[in-house]
């Protein structure tokens, strides 16, 4: 493995009374693509939260770009987040401005360059999700998968160098949710982006990902490519991945 | 009882405390002078029409009121007067706070539920902006600065409406209506009252930001929090007011 973008240290994370990670720990290489699958409330979403720091962890540590997220001051996290990307399961656009505002936004905040430079990244970056011509619609105007991909283009305007996405095909017809995964899988060839993507959706996880890792019970079941895991004894990875149509 | 008590006390301690930090942090880099600019578009000039119309309507139902009452001791001259104190001490500022609280609350309220169950929220947290100095601090400042201003527009379309009734009927001049207004209400008295309209700004946009900012629940999550901002905003209005009107007269006893 090339060297770790993402680690985690025996992390813990409860709810109240209920554990959802226990003392989990893995590493993600700078440039890899993984996929973490599981059942619902297996902690696939809170481990993606807590490498942006969305999240804390109650025992162990996250490093993200060799950095310990629980030890950044809000400076600090601020400028770790800038080198991230987060695309979420809803998308969560900004609904009061415009596709292309959305898309500016982080720009704006976050560098110090001209209007016409970010008018151009912009019209770049949907050309890229092929949302060309569409800077001026509401989010409300567009349909889910557009919103996925308006957000997607939001998520790497600052060229982030790790890519967290949470459900990429939640809600989306098969076709759609194929036209996004060449998106991320471009993404991560052309700019080597180090991307995590959190999913039940196994085709999905294949054509993205080179490893795959198996939530189960606050812990790692399995990880490897979907040959290792298809390979598995284990009763829980097999009968998760019997569980999957189309794999 | 004794629970219910503590309860509304434990819940007004926490939103005083989120309304504070809303306001110390604005005085925080980065300053969000623009989005203060477009909520004081969104909260103070798009409320300018209701504040105005309300206003005129009870000027000059207080006006026929007040007229009802003075006739009997042959005292119609005073109108002007009485209503501009009236106005201008206490139900303009009450007034004003809890069309406020309905419009402003409930927006507020809504429109960051909405952003907490739609991720909005953790959107701007992962796009590394401080959410809460964006939408909170912003919220905060623009309401003290909105509501002093709209309340003076309420006390002057009040005193204008009586005015209006008052000419309709007795056919008093312009001139001789708001001399007599205002010669009742010096500017020593017209400052702390529309001043203390600011703490009713803050604690319309802490109260509601707090109930958003931390909704719960999906779309029921964000109609309660729409509801609560306008029902909690209300009633804490009222009692800080007896307890600002106290502090008013203990302040500016000539006033009082």
């Given at each position: ?7 985690f240290e025996k992390v813990s994370k409860s709810f109240g009374s209920r554990t959802i990670l226990k003392e989990l720990s893995f590493e993600i ?5 993984v996929a973490i699958l599981g059942r619902s409330g297996t902690g696939k979403s809170v481990t993606l939260k807590l490498m942006?720091?969305?999240l804390?962890p109650d025992a162990g540590?996250v ?103 949470d459900e ?28 995590v993507i959190v999913t039940h959706?196994i085709?999905?996880a ?5 490893e795959m890792i198996l939530l189960d019970g606050g812990l790692i079941r399995a990880r490897g490519?979907?040959?290792a895991l298809e390979?598995s004894d284990d009763e829980v990875v097999k009968k998760f991945l019997s569980s999957q149509?189309?794999? | ?256």
């Amino acid at each position: 493995m090339s060297e770790a973008a993402i680690r985690f240290e025996k992390v813990s994370k409860s709810f109240g009374s209920r554990t959802i990670l226990k003392e989990l720990s893995f590493e993600i290489g700078k440039g890899d693509s993984v996929a973490i699958l599981g059942r619902s409330g297996t902690g696939k979403s809170v481990t993606l939260k807590l490498m942006i720091g969305l999240l804390e962890p109650d025992a162990g540590d996250v490093f993200v770009l060799d950095r310990n997220v629980a030890d950044l001051d809000a400076s600090g996290l601020s400028e770790l987040r800038r080198e991230m990307g987060f695309l979420f399961q809803s998308a969560a656009l900004f609904d009061s401005i415009s596709v292309g505002e959305n898309i500016a936004f982080p720009m704006r905040r976050q560098s110090k360059v001209d209007e016409s430079e970010i008018r151009d990244r912009v019209e770049e970056l949907l050309r890229q999700v092929k949302l060309d011509g569409e800077y001026d619609k509401m989010p409300a105007d567009l349909s889910g998968g557009m919103k996925k991909r308006a957000a997607l283009a939001r998520s790497l305007a600052l060229r982030p160098s790790v890519l967290l996405v949470d459900e990429p095909s939640a809600g989306l017809d098969p076709i759609t949710s194929e036209e996004i995964d060449e998106l991320l899988i471009s993404i991560g060839e052309e700019d080597e982006t180090t991307i995590v993507i959190v999913t039940h959706n196994i085709p999905s996880a294949r054509r993205i990902c080179d490893e795959m890792i198996l939530l189960d019970g606050g812990l790692i079941r399995a990880r490897g490519d979907l040959a290792a895991l298809e390979a598995s004894d284990d009763e829980v990875v097999k009968k998760f991945l019997s569980s999957q149509s189309g794999g | 009882m004794r629970e219910l008590i503590a309860n509304f006390f434990d819940d007004a301690g926490r939103m005083g405390l989120f309304g504070l930090r809303g306001f110390r942090d604005a005085f925080r880099k980065p300053f969000e002078i623009p989005e203060i600019i477009v909520q004081l578009g969104s909260l103070g000039v798009r409320s300018t029409p209701l504040i105005a119309l309300s206003g005129l309507a009870v000027g000059v139902v207080m006006s026929m009121h007040t007229r009802s009452s003075l006739e009997r001791f042959g005292a119609e001259a005073l109108i002007p007067n009485v209503l501009a104190i009236a106005m201008i001490k206490e139900t303009g500022p009450l007034v004003t706070a809890l069309l406020l609280a309905g419009r402003v609350g409930a927006g507020i309220g809504a429109e960051l539920g909405g952003m907490r169950v739609t991720e909005q929220i953790d959107a701007l947290e992962s796009l590394a902006v401080d959410s809460f100095k964006y939408l909170v601090s912003t919220r905060v400042v623009a309401c003290m600065i909105a509501q002093p201003l709209l309340t003076t527009v309420f006390n002057f379309m009040a005193i204008s409406g009586g005015f209006l009734a008052e000419t309709m009927l007795s056919g008093i001049s312009f001139e001789l209506y708001f001399q007599r207004a205002f010669s009742s209400v010096p500017f020593r008295d017209y400052i702390p009252a529309t001043l203390k309209t600011a703490v009713f700004g803050f604690l319309i946009a802490a109260i509601s930001s707090y109930l958003g900012y931390n909704a719960r629940g999906g779309a029921e999550g964000v109609g309660r929090a729409s509801t609560q901002s306008v029902v909690a905003s209300s009633i804490i209005l009222i009692i800080v007011d007896v307890i600002l009107v106290r502090i008013i007269f203990f302040a500016f006893p000539e006033g009082s």
